[in-house]
């Protein structure tokens, strides 16, 4: 059972427009989440992160947007460039439990 | 400085040989974790210390051991190696259980 779902295994958008990553989950228990992303060959590494007390957090070019009615985030670049290529995975985590549990991630190409 | 590292890069290696993978974090975090990404890209928690104490030990066949040697080092000994053994696993730190963990680069490791 996946508790983390991105149902989108890839998008593709041009350079300078937004793009739109998101995110479902189904543990109501969930109160912490992150976007990780990662390039080929390497590990993953934190983007941005988001607590359930919040509904929307940003940094620069990010923004991730928690909907918990909805039990939906999202991950918002604008404007996108073709260094965000990459696969992008969300996690989440439940207060006390020591770990995340993650999405299967979603390939972004950002074209030229 | 590597954050989190990972020795070898690549494993290939023969169905039934017993195989281990090093892993050490200079960033003196209390807590490491043990992921498997398999071919359909799920990224799944398998284990995690914390200052050398199993916390975490997810449904992983008992072939797979993990050992802290030390907070800054978590090694996984798999005994026995099976072809569904196949897939990218990577390390991960982080201060303490359930916070923003660090990621190594991932060992890929095919067994033949």
């Known amino acids: 059972d996946q508790q983390v779902k991105q149902n989108s295994p890839s998008l593709s958008v041009q350079e300078g427009r937004i793009s739109i990553l998101n995110c479902d989950y189904t543990?109501?228990?969930?109160?912490?989440f992150l976007w990780y992303k990662k390039y080929p060959a390497e590990g993953p590494t934190f983007l941005i992160s988001?607590?359930?007390?919040?509904d929307k957090n940003e940094d620069g070019r990010f923004t991730v947007f928690l909907n918990k009615s909805a039990k939906h985030l999202s991950l918002h670049i604008v404007p996108s460039q073709p260094g965000d290529s990459a696969v992008y995975f969300c996690?989440?985590?439940?207060?006390?439990?020591?770990?995340?549990?993650f999405g299967t991630g979603t390939r972004l190409k950002v074209l030229a | 400085d590597t954050a989190v590292s990972q020795t070898p890069k690549y494993l290939v290696t023969q169905m039934g040989n017993d195989k281990s993978i090093k892993c050490e974090q200079n960033?003196?975090?209390?807590?490491m974790y043990w992921y498997k990404q398999d071919s359909k890209k799920f990224l799944k928690i398998m284990f995690s210390?914390?200052?050398?104490?199993?916390?975490i030990n997810e449904t992983v066949p008992n072939r797979f051991s993990p050992k802290s040697p030390d907070k800054a080092h978590l090694n996984l000994h798999i005994n026995s190696l099976e072809l569904g053994d196949s897939a990218v696993y990577f390390c991960?730190?982080?201060?303490?259980?359930?916070?923003?963990?660090?990621f190594g680069p991932g060992t890929r490791l095919l067994v033949l």
């Open positions: 960033l003196g975090h209390d807590t």
């Open positions: 543990n109501s228990m969930f109160d912490y």
């Open positions: 210390y914390n200052n050398k104490e199993l916390i």
């Open positions: 988001i607590s359930s007390i919040k």
């Open positions: 996690a989440a985590s439940a207060s006390g439990t020591y770990k995340y549990i």
């Open positions: 991960a730190s982080s201060p303490g259980g359930g916070q923003l963990q660090s």
